[in-house]
């Protein structure tokens, strides 16, 4: 058996189904090219019969990187599985993904079939895709609740029809990882040709035991794990990646090894956090703000003493280095351009690095000192120009005893419209004034308010939700006046109304 253990990393796929973490096409090439640097082996683009954009997508991450295998979702129907082979046409590496529910409970209220009728299904998607690539991987979905003796009989007839790799998802993160790691067991035992094909785990988090059943899986035998940046996904989210390989990293005694180059997890984290506006919580293993940070007296001096007595893993071994480069309002180009190749942010074109210096220096005046995260927003602040609502200008007075008034100037289309309005408080002032512009009858279900440091001159990030001809829309700003940052973020959301696109499985 194998000592290698394969990362297929699905952030641009089941990551990206989360509420709000759509991409656009651009961003996930910018992702795509950072997970070939970090070193992942499989990068699962997209489900490309869900949407054109993800089929685009598909092509187009093909297009861009080099080594990695590109993978394309599909559902057990050769329709989806025709499309993906066409989202593959120029990967240099390519699998198709597909497969169906084994459990009882999606046989009989999913499919409205039975045993034999899955496995026939299953077994006829696999020789289908066989037909257009080598590599075709197979996931039973709800394996996690699927008897191990069906799902043997399930993974042991599409080897026989070409499976290369089989998944066994726990797709409701309802396992034990002592059960999870008995079912891997079970089927390395009991499935005939099993050493002809790679057992997967694909795990989610509803009961945050994902990593722990995971790692259950590779060490009864699984030599690929799906995971993401961050451990976003759907619901409670999938298996974290920097989990993973920094478990096998400080634990080598195991004897598994991955291809992943540690040291760019935390640029890699947090340009996920930064593109998809998902913040990472403080406490987040690995690569949340307080993962090396120590405040208990007793910890502190021991770390003074020796890291070793409270830390199990170096900083710089997930890319946290001691960089002494400090920006300011008197950096130059080469530091800034420095801090976002750090970063995971390579931008060759250098009209766009003197944007993003300009609006660098404009923020810099109203900061003591610039953070990554301060950096990332502004290196995607261009993602707005091509936006048809533009805000040209806000102004709020508010203040003790009395009411809140706001002026707004938006752009739409290249023409000028200004309105005002009062309000309970500079936000809600600020936010009827530009609805008097938009017309549109819209509904804030949720506003969230984020803080990247604790300095009074911090740059907020406010995250907002809002309903709108049936469909709920999300949408981001950024700014150091918070009510700036809240209309920005609903002008996001206003120009994404659209027509949301079709979820993939597992």
């Excluded at 057990?76 to 240099?92: F, M, N, R």
């Excluded at 930064?274 to 919580?281: E, T």
């Excluded at 997930?318 to 931008?347: E, F, H, Q, W």
């Excluded at 707005?384 to 200008?393: G, P």
Aim: charged letters at 25%.
């Amino acid at each position: 058996m194998s000592d290698r253990l394969f990362i297929f990393d699905t952030t641009l796929r089941d990551g990206e189904q989360v509420p709000g973490c759509q991409l656009n096409t651009v961003e996930k090439i910018q992702v795509a090219k950072q997970l070939e640097a970090l070193g992942v082996d499989v990068i699962e683009a997209g489900f490309p019969i869900s949407s054109p954009g993800d089929f685009n997508s598909v092509i187009e991450i093909s297009k861009a990187v080099t080594w990695p295998t590109i993978c394309a979702l599909t559902r057990a129907v050769q329709k989806d599985i025709d499309v993906a082979a066409e989202s593959l046409q120029y990967a240099k590496h390519k699998r198709i993904h597909t497969g169906i529910g084994t459990s009882d409970q999606h046989i009989k209220y999913k499919f409205n079939s039975n045993r034999e009728e899955i496995i026939e299904r299953a077994v006829a998607a696999v020789k289908y895709a066989r037909k257009y690539v080598d590599d075709v991987e197979f996931y039973a979905e709800d394996a996690g609740r699927t008897d191990n003796e069906y799902l043997a009989r399930v993974v042991e007839a599409v080897i026989k029809a070409g499976a290369t790799v089989v998944n066994i998802p726990d797709t409701t993160g309802y396992c034990l990882p002592e059960v999870y790691g008995a079912k891997i067991k079970y089927l390395c035992e009991h499935v005939d040709g099993i050493e002809n094909a790679t057992i997967s785990t694909h795990c989610h988090n509803d009961l945050g035991m994902a990593t722990a059943n995971t790692l259950s899986g590779v060490l009864n035998g699984a030599r690929q794990v799906e995971v993401t940046i961050n451990g976003i996904g759907e619901r409670a989210g999938n298996t974290s990646l920097e989990e993973i390989a920094m478990i096998l990293k400080c634990h080598k005694g195991i004897g598994i090894d991955t291809n992943i180059n540690t040291t760019k997890i935390y640029p890699t984290s947090r340009m996920v956090s930064s593109l998809m506006n998902m913040p990472v919580q403080p406490n987040k293993a690995i690569v949340g703000k307080n993962a090396f940070a120590h405040s208990s007296g007793i910890h502190q001096d021991g770390v003074l003493k020796n890291t070793n007595t409270y830390e199990i893993m170096n900083p710089k071994d997930v890319g946290l280095d001691d960089n002494a480069i400090v920006l300011t309002a008197r950096s130059g180009r080469a530091a800034l351009k420095y801090r976002m190749s750090v970063l995971g942010i390579n931008v060759e074109d250098d009209s766009k690095v003197d944007k993003i210096y300009q609006a660098f220096l404009r923020l810099a005046d109203q900061k003591k000192e610039i953070t990554d995260d301060d950096v990332l927003v502004l290196a995607g602040a261009d993602r707005a120009e091509s936006h048809a609502v533009k805000l040209e200008y806000l102004q709020v007075t508010s203040g003790k005893g009395f009411r809140s008034v706001a002026s707004i100037g938006l752009n739409i289309s290249g023409q000028k419209f200004e309105a005002a309005a009062s309000g309970n408080g500079p936000v809600d002032a600020a936010v009827k004034a530009m609805k008097r512009i938009i017309q549109k009858e819209m509904i804030l279900k949720e506003y969230t308010v984020q803080a990247i440091t604790k300095g009074s001159d911090d740059v907020g990030k406010v995250h907002v939700q809002v309903e709108y001809a049936g469909n709920v829309y999300y949408g981001f700003g950024a700014n150091t006046d918070i009510v700036t940052a809240s209309i920005e973020a609903y002008i996001d959301c206003i120009n994404k109304f659209r027509i949301p696109h079709t979820e993939g499985e597992e």
